[in-house]
């Protein structure tokens, strides 16, 4: 069955510096996502993106966040100069379309620990 | 704006248990509803979803119905198993791009 894959599974990071996180989607799919959670926290919608631009953002998702699909098959966040409230769980998503029908489908996370 | 509340965990059950997990939201229109379910190591999976008042969302013996009235869609399961130990999200979508997700609950079950 097809899945969504993300890579590294943890990545430490020195505040200030530069991460990227990579996330392979479901080849078919059209729309992608990233969402995070901090600890305890809810799972929270960051961006998504189809047709090579982002569809929407949230407030989250400032100047320090961008994403790129390089490919044709990997979909990447890169957060510029990483904070230590950056710490969180990662999840990358893809979906066939963005409706409120549609299902998403999610990776396993990229645990990011800033310090 | 729309949000999602859940009942915190752990839920600490006996296999062959009832098992519910509250979950409620608030919603300016007509959202669609989702369990999600989060096992070790791997990613969201949806577990079961309902798309408006009424439906019953049903999945491996899991079931949530949608109550408009009372803005609930509580997930339940009559005998939980071991393996159903996991983490789970309840999640809904207004029509954006979004998902809106609650904390999640962890489900513990212990033979």
């Known amino acids: 069955e097809p899945e969504v894959t993300q890579t590294p599974s943890h990545q430490v990071t020195q505040m200030g510096q530069e991460v990227i996180l990579r996330c392979v989607p479901i080849s078919n799919h059209l729309y992608f996502y990233w969402y995070r959670q901090i600890l305890g926290q809810k799972v929270e919608f960051l961006v998504s993106f189809y047709n090579n631009e982002i569809s929407e953002k949230s407030e989250i998702f400032d100047d320090q966040f961008s994403v790129e699909r390089p490919d044709g098959s990997n979909f990447t966040l890169k957060i510029r100069s990483t904070k230590l409230e950056d710490s969180a769980m990662y999840f990358c998503?893809?979906?066939?379309?963005?409706?409120?029908?549609?299902?998403?489908?999610f990776g396993p996370g990229t645990r990011l620990t800033v310090l | 704006g729309d949000s999602v509340t859940q009942m915190e965990g752990p839920v600490t059950l006996s296999e062959e248990a009832f098992l519910t997990i509250n979950c409620t939201y608030t919603a300016t229109g007509y959202p669609s509803l989702f369990w999600y379910v989060q096992y070790p190591g791997e990613g969201l999976q949806l577990l079961l979803k309902?798309?408006?008042?009424?439906d019953k969302g049903s999945n491996k013996g899991f079931e949530a119905t949608y109550r408009k009235e009372t803005t609930s869609f509580h997930l339940e399961k009559g005998s939980v198993q071991v393996s159903d130990s996991a983490v789970y999200f309840c999640?809904?979508?207004?029509?954006?791009?979004?998902?809106?997700f609650g904390t999640g609950t962890r489900l513990q079950v212990f033979p």
């Open positions: 998503a893809s979906s066939v379309l963005a409706t409120k029908l549609n299902e998403q489908f």
């Open positions: 999640a809904l979508s207004d029509g954006t791009d979004k998902l809106i």
């Open positions: 309902a798309t408006k008042a009424d």
